[in-house]
């Protein structure tokens, strides 16, 4: 079992940039794969982006592609989302998942186990 907890969400300007973190305790990090989420107020919780085990294919939702980048240390069980050219619209709680989703459920909540209870993220000037 793994326990996920979120960190260095805030406020930031838009146009800036800010890192996010999920740390890992418990077992099996490294045998997982990995995501993040949003959920803006009075929206349904969205994908991000995912970084599957296996090969260690990135996948993007088309809003963030270009601008967010997903990357993982084992060695510290640290999953991290790199956050450029902050928009208004990326204003939400963001959520780290774990889970072993099949190729279909990548980008699905549904594909993921384990959550963190998320960081907030407002973009505001």
């Known amino acids: 079992q793994v326990q996920l907890v979120e960190s260095g969400g805030g406020l930031v300007q838009p146009g800036g940039s800010l890192r996010i973190a999920c740390t890992a305790s418990g077992s099996g990090f490294n045998t997982y794969s990995l995501a993040w989420f949003r959920q803006a107020p009075g929206q349904e919780r969205e994908f991000v982006a995912a970084l599957r085990l296996s090969g260690g294919t990135t996948y993007y939702s088309d809003s963030v592609k270009g601008r967010f980048s997903i990357s993982r240390d084992n060695a510290k069980s640290t999953l991290y989302l790199q956050m450029n050219s902050l928009k208004y619209e990326d204003t939400a709680v963001y959520y780290c998942?774990?889970?072993?989703?099949?190729?279909?459920?990548?980008?699905?909540?549904?594909?993921?186990?384990?959550w963190g209870q998320g960081t907030h993220i407002t973009v505001s000037s």
């Open positions: 998942a774990a889970g072993r989703p099949i190729l279909s459920t990548t980008r699905s909540v549904r594909g993921y186990l384990y």
